[in-house]
Structure formats: C-alpha cells, structure tokens
C-alpha cells in the first residue's frame, strides 16, 4: 500500500510539472465545452445535453489517458522492472488516470450548466447525474489505462488505444447515455439503481482485469 500511494504521489507531481500535464487537459476540456456552447447558441435540448456531456468527457478520456509519461521510457521502465511490483505500478496508474478523470468530469458537468443551463437536472438528478459520471470515469479510467500501457509497449499510440480501446468501452458508454436519458426525463435517481449497478460492475470488472492482465505484460515487456 505504501508503495502504491508513493507511485501514485510520484504520478501526480510528474503531471503537474509536465508540458502537456493536467493543465493542458484542463485547457481541453474548458475549450471544448465552450466550443459546444458557441455552436449551440442557446439552450440545447435535454437529450442533447445528454449527449454532448458523455461524448466530451470520453474525448477527455481518451486524450487524457493516452498522454506518454517519463516512466514510458524504456530506460525508465528497465528500472521500475527491478525496484517495484507490477499491481503497486498498475495501481496507482490506474488511481492516478481515475482520480484526473473524475475531476474533469465534475469539471464537465459545471462548466455546461454554467453556459448551457442544467437542461432537466436538478436536484437529487444533478448529484445523480454527477454520480454516474464519476463512475464512468473510473472504468474508462482502469480500461485505457491498461490499453494505453499496451500500446505503448509495441510503440503505438493514440491509434492503437482507440482501435483497441473504444470496444472494450463501449458497454460503458452505452449504459452511460442510458442513464443520463432517464434522468433527463425526469426518472427518479431509485428508478435508474440498475445503472448505478451495472456501471459499479463496469469498474471493477475493469480494475480487476486490470491488475490481472497487466503483470504478464510487465513481465513480457
């Protein structure tokens, strides 16, 4: 445990101090929402609402999560090999894509009610809806984290994560919109438990696979 939260600390500063770091992810997501509302012009329909907040945070996913580190180098990766263990290192990845992630997508949600208004949310819905992004952002975390890995072991990039990466994420996305739908129609947070559900499943499934996978190619590699 104390090898995972020094590495995930370590992840954190590395990011922050990075050229293209959190900031820059910041700057995306802050650019992007505000793209959408000089399209929009106005107050878009709850469906579209819907739509436009998942597509931007699995955009922010995919760029977030894709972005090289000091420890992809080989020479760096020789190193850890030797001085830590594979689940601590896919741990405290996975922590470190999740936690930024789930940030970015509060962020999200604020920055379209600021500029696009809350649409149908409002109260319990609004914490609901928030709610369901985080979770999304936890298994599309775990999920392209351990794709990202992969890819860039065999010297791939971006391509490579989202040809492998959008099937393994699609039943998220999908039980994701689900979810927002409902609760833009006004579906009571305790009617839509099932999606609360299967996104929690989602999560873990894609954090145990995670753990499991990944040290055979730490090993591999």
């Known amino acids: 445990m104390r090898e995972t939260w020094f590495l995930f600390r370590h992840f954190w500063r590395a990011d922050w101090n990075a050229q293209h770091g959190v900031a820059g992810l910041v700057l995306f997501a802050v650019a992007t929402v505000?793209?959408?509302?000089?399209?929009?012009?106005?107050?878009p329909e709850p469906e579209t609402w819907n739509a436009m907040a998942w597509v931007i945070l699995l955009f922010t996913a995919f760029n977030g999560v894709t972005r090289g580190m000091e420890e992809d180098r080989p020479e760096?990766?020789?190193?850890?090999?030797?001085?830590?263990?594979?689940?601590?290192?896919?741990?405290?990845r996975m922590l470190h894509n999740t936690v930024t992630l789930?940030?970015?997508?509060?962020?999200?949600?604020a920055l379209m009610?600021?500029?696009?208004?809350?649409?149908?949310?409002?109260?319990?819905?609004?914490?609901?809806?928030?709610c369901g992004m985080v979770l999304t952002s936890i298994s599309l975390g775990c999920t392209?984290?351990?794709?990202?890995?992969?890819?860039?072991?065999?010297?791939?990039?971006f391509?490579?994560?989202?040809?492998?990466?959008?099937?393994?994420?699609?039943?998220?996305?999908?039980?994701?919109?689900?979810?927002?739908?409902?609760?833009?129609?006004g579906v009571l947070v305790a009617d839509t438990w099932h999606n609360f559900a299967f996104l929690g499943v989602l999560a873990m499934g894609s954090a145990t696979l995670g753990l499991v996978l990944f040290p055979y190619l730490w090993r591999a590699s």
């Open 102 to 109: 789930a940030g970015l997508a509060c962020l999200v949600v």
């Open 76 to 92: 760096v990766l020789a190193y850890l090999r030797t001085t830590v263990q594979p689940v601590h290192y896919m741990t405290a």
């Open 144 to 157: 392209l984290t351990l794709i990202a890995l992969i890819a860039s072991r065999a010297g791939a990039g």
């Open 34 to 43: 505000y793209a959408v509302y000089q399209v929009v012009q106005g107050r």
């Open 159 to 185: 391509g490579m994560t989202a040809v492998l990466g959008l099937p393994l994420v699609l039943p998220t996305v999908l039980v994701s919109t689900t979810l927002g739908d409902e609760l833009m129609r």
């Open 113 to 130: 009610g600021l500029l696009l208004g809350w649409s149908q949310l409002e109260g319990p819905r609004l914490w609901g809806f928030v």
